[in-house]
């Protein structure tokens, strides 16, 4: 077992005793979680199968209006 030492802001101790305080749970296990959830969520992102799929031609022509009008129901979104 290795214990890691680093420092962080002011903002984000306040924050992290927050959420220690709130679930009642020590600072050390939230710090250990969250770098367990990180390291696997990086592993997972790199190897994900789907972000490696090449685009496939299906042979058939989309209308974007069309799409707009049967996922908005006939009205365009103004968005200015």
């Given at each position: 077992?290795?214990?890691?030492?680093?420092?962080?802001?002011?903002?984000?101790?306040?924050?992290?005793?927050?959420?220690?305080?709130?679930?009642?749970?020590?600072?050390?296990?939230?710090?250990?979680?969250?770098?367990e959830d990180?390291?696997?969520?990086?592993?997972?992102?790199?190897?994900d199968p789907?972000?490696?799929?090449?685009?496939?031609?299906?042979?058939?022509?989309?209308?974007?209006?069309?799409?707009?009008?049967?996922?908005?129901?006939?009205?365009?979104?103004?968005?200015?």
């Amino acid at each position: 077992m290795r214990v890691v030492q680093t420092t962080i802001s002011d903002e984000l101790h306040k924050r992290l005793v927050e959420v220690s305080k709130s679930e009642g749970r020590p600072i050390k296990d939230i710090v250990r979680e969250s770098i367990e959830d990180w390291l696997i969520w990086r592993g997972e992102v790199g190897e994900d199968p789907f972000l490696k799929l090449k685009p496939v031609d299906f042979g058939v022509k989309t209308n974007a209006q069309k799409l707009e009008e049967l996922l908005y129901g006939g009205s365009k979104l103004n968005c200015s």
